[in-house]
């Protein structure tokens, strides 16, 4: 069983294990912004299943996402979750346009603005930037995972898996990792480039 930091170090430094990773055991979830338009395998260097991918807009959880993320730990043994939010991304653009103007979009659409302004409220940071409000909202859905879930806190808790909350960027590739919780929480790096 791959431990959460292992996970972590594999994904960091992009290698593929040489033993061989059955698709139906992935090395991680990746919990993303649906906008983003990466491929994830690309970004960590990863085989086509190596990794459980999930995204919705402004990776808002919802109970759909909690389900997806418990079904790859429990059952999948997933050791590590990483959320993982981008530069110049839309669904932040339109939350720092509410929290500055007071402009919300309609629908369903607004739910999601209005996660990631109450992250901002939680995490008390100043939403004077696109880059301000998406490093509260990645650090606030990592506790959100666990606030949410019993069973991923748990799991957390026992340091059987970890969770990374990080933001890559479109045009070089570097990812920064804002936060991590669980038994990658001793990572040292916080900054890493993906040649
Ligand atoms: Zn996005």
Do not use: N
């Amino acid at each position: 069983m791959t431990l959460p930091l292992a996970a972590w170090q594999q994904l960091r430094d992009r290698e593929r294990p040489s033993y061989g990773q059955s698709s139906d055991h992935p090395v991680a979830a990746v919990f993303r912004c649906a906008d983003a338009l990466l491929s994830i395998d690309a970004v960590f260097g990863q085989d086509t299943g190596a990794l459980f991918d999930i995204s919705t807009w402004g990776h808002v959880v919802d109970k759909s996402v909690l389900g997806s993320l418990e079904y790859a730990v429990e059952i999948l043994k997933v050791p590590l979750i990483v959320v993982l939010g981008h530069d110049d991304c839309p669904a932040m653009h339109a939350a720092l346009r509410a929290w500055e103007h007071a402009e919300l979009p309609g629908g369903s659409m607004r739910r999601v603005v209005e996660h990631a302004l109450a992250s901002v409220v939680r995490r008390g940071t100043a939403a004077d930037s696109v880059q301000s409000v998406a490093a509260a909202h990645i650090v606030e859905t990592g506790v959100a995972l666990m606030q949410r879930s019993p069973m991923l806190s748990r799991r957390v808790d026992d340091r059987t898996c970890g969770i990374v909350s990080a933001t890559v960027s479109s045009t070089d590739g570097e990812v920064h990792v804002h936060a991590a919780f669980g038994a990658v929480d001793e990572s040292v790096s916080k900054v890493f480039e993906l040649v």
